[in-house]
C-alpha cells in the first residue's frame, strides 16, 4: 500500500500562519480535496489555491508550507490533474507576471533585498514602517496586525531574523526549486500532460542550470509530443539566459542541431526563438521567428495546429498569445538596424486585443526607438519614417481601444499622449485639427 502523500498535513500549525483570506485551517480539506477522482471537486480545489497561497500573484506564509505537500501529490501517479499542479508551482515560485519573460523571474534582487535588509540595524524599525504605511493609519489595528503577522511568519519557519519576514515570495521560490527532484522524474512520465509542464517549470531556476540541462536534454532524447519539445527548448534557453550568458555552449549546439534536423513546424520556430533569445541572431533565425507575423505559406495557422494537440505552457494554454512572445524577444533589437521588424509587428497591431496588443505595443516601440525613451513628449516632424509609421499605427489602434488602461500606460511611459484626440493631434491628422477650427 502506498503512503499517502498527505500523510503530517494536520500537524501543521495551520491556525498560526495566513493566506488571502486569513487563517489557512481550510488548507488541510483543500489539498485533500486534489486528490478526488471527481472533476469539479479536484479543479475547484486547485482554483480556491491560486485564491488563497497565491491570490494575484501574492504569497503567503502559508504558501511555502503547502509546497511539500503539493510535490508529494504530483509524485503519485493516483492524483488527478497532476499537470496543473505543476504548472501551478510556477505560480507559487514566481507569482502571476505575465513579464517574466524573456530573462524570467529577477530572484537574484529579491534574495539581495533581503540580504540588505537583515544587515540593515535599523530593519525593524523599517519592516514596521512598511507595514504601518500599507495598513494606513489604524494605529491599534497595525499593532495588532504586526503582532499577528510576526506569530504567523514564526510559525511558517521563517528565520528569528527580522529581515526573513519580508520574504515569503523567495520563502516560497525556495521551496518550490527544493522539490525539483520530483519535477525531474516527470520529464519521464508516461503523460505529455505532465512531461510538458514538468519542462516548464525548470525554466525558472538557474541555480540548478547543470541539473536541469541534462534532464531536459535526456527528454528531448527520446520526446516526440511537439509542444513538449518546444517547452524542453525554451526553458534551455531561458535557463542559460538567466545566467546572462550568450556565449556559444552545449545548449546553443543543441538548439542549433533541433532546428535543422526537425520536422516540426513549432519545434522548428521554438528552437529558433531560444537562439535568438541568446543573442544568435543569424538571418535564418531571425527570418524563421518574423514568419509568425506574416502569412506566408500560413505558417502561423500550421503553428497553431500543433498548439492545439497539447498544452504548451509558455502561451498558458492560448495560441493568439504567439505573436507576444515573439515579440518580448525581439524587444531588444534596434529598429535602425532591422527595419523589417517593425514593419511586421505594425502590420500585427491592427488585429491584436487585451494584452496582446499591450505586448506588442511595448515591443515595437522599444525597436522602432532603438530602446532610448524620449525625455520628454517628442515633436512627431522629428521622428524619423519608422517611427512616425508606428505612431499611426498606434493611433487607429488607440481611436477602437480607447477605454483600455494598461495599453495608455505603455503609451504614457513612452511620454506619448495616451488619449485618442490628444494623440490624433500628436500626429498632424488633418481630421483633428479641423474638428478645432
Excluded at 503539493?70 to 508551482?89: C, H, N, V
Excluded at 543573442?279 to 509568425?292: D, G, H, P, Y
Aim: glycine share 4%; proline share 5%; charged share 25%.
Amino acid at each position: 500500500m502506498e503512503a499517502d502523500p498527505l500523510a503530517g498535513v494536520d500537524q501543521v500549525p495551520w491556525s498560526e500562519v495566513d493566506h488571502a483570506y486569513g487563517e489557512a485551517t481550510d488548507l488541510p480539506k483543500t489539498l485533500r480535496d486534489l486528490q478526488s477522482p471527481d472533476e469539479d471537486t479536484h479543479q475547484g480545489a486547485l482554483y480556491s489555491l491560486y485564491g488563497s497561497i497565491c491570490h494575484q500573484g501574492s504569497r503567503y506564509t502559508s504558501t511555502p508550507l503547502a509546497i511539500p505537500f503539493l510535490y508529494r501529490l504530483i509524485a503519485s501517479p493516483d492524483t488527478p490533474a497532476r499537470g496543473e499542479l505543476l504548472q501551478f508551482m510556477a505560480a507559487l515560485a514566481f507569482g502571476l507576471n505575465s513579464d517574466e519573460l524573456p530573462l524570467g523571474t529577477d530572484i537574484a534582487r529579491q534574495r539581495k533585498r533581503v540580504a540588505e535588509l537583515r544587515e540593515d540595524p535599523n530593519r525593524v524599525g523599517v519592516i514596521k514602517k512598511g507595514l504601518d504605511e500599507f495598513l494606513g493609519d489604524a494605529l491599534e489595528r497595525n499593532k495588532e496586525y504586526l503582532e499577528s503577522y510576526i506569530r504567523s511568519l514564526r510559525a511558517s519557519g521563517a528565520p528569528e531574523d527580522e529581515a526573513g519576514w519580508w520574504s515569503p515570495e523567495v520563502r516560497s521560490y525556495n521551496a518550490v526549486q527544493n522539490g525539483l527532484d520530483t519535477a525531474y522524474r516527470c520529464l519521464k512520465d508516461d503523460s505529455a500532460e505532465v512531461r510538458t509542464p514538468a519542462a516548464y517549470l525548470l525554466a525558472w531556476f538557474p541555480d540548478r542550470l547543470t541539473d536541469s540541462e541534462q534532464h531536459l536534454m535526456d527528454m528531448l532524447d527520446c520526446e516526440q509530443t511537439p509542444t513538449a519539445q518546444a517547452t524542453a527548448v525554451i526553458s534551455l534557453a531561458t535557463l542559460q539566459a538567466m545566467k546572462g550568458d550568450f556565449s556559444e555552449t552545449r545548449i546553443v549546439r543543441r538548439l542549433r542541431d533541433i532546428q535543422a534536423r526537425s520536422s516540426s513546424c513549432l519545434v522548428t520556430w521554438a528552437s529558433s526563438l531560444s537562439l535568438v533569445k541568446l543573442r544568435v541572431n543569424t538571418e535564418k533565425q531571425l527570418s524563421e521567428v518574423i514568419k509568425l507575423f506574416t502569412d506566408e505559406d500560413q505558417y502561423p495557422e500550421r503553428l497553431k495546429e500543433e498548439l492545439e494537440q497539447g498544452q504548451f505552457p509558455f502561451l498558458d494554454g492560448r495560441p493568439s498569445k504567439l505573436e507576444s512572445l515573439a515579440a518580448r524577444e525581439l524587444q531588444h533589437f534596434k529598429g535602425s538596424k532591422h527595419p523589417e521588424m517593425v514593419k511586421v509587428i505594425t502590420s500585427a497591431i491592427a488585429s491584436s486585443r487585451g494584452m496582446n496588443l499591450v505586448t506588442l505595443s511595448s515591443a515595437l516601440l522599444n525597436i522602432a526607438f532603438d530602446g532610448v525613451k524620449p525625455d520628454s513628449e517628442p515633436d512627431f516632424d522629428d521622428l524619423n519614417d519608422l517611427q512616425q509609421e508606428v505612431m499611426r499605427a498606434l493611433n487607429t489602434s488607440l481611436e477602437k481601444r480607447v477605454e483600455f488602461g494598461n495599453f495608455m500606460t505603455v503609451l504614457e511611459s513612452w511620454n506619448l499622449p495616451n488619449k485618442a484626440e490628444d494623440f490624433e493631434v500628436f500626429i498632424k491628422h488633418p481630421d483633428a485639427f479641423q474638428s478645432r477650427l
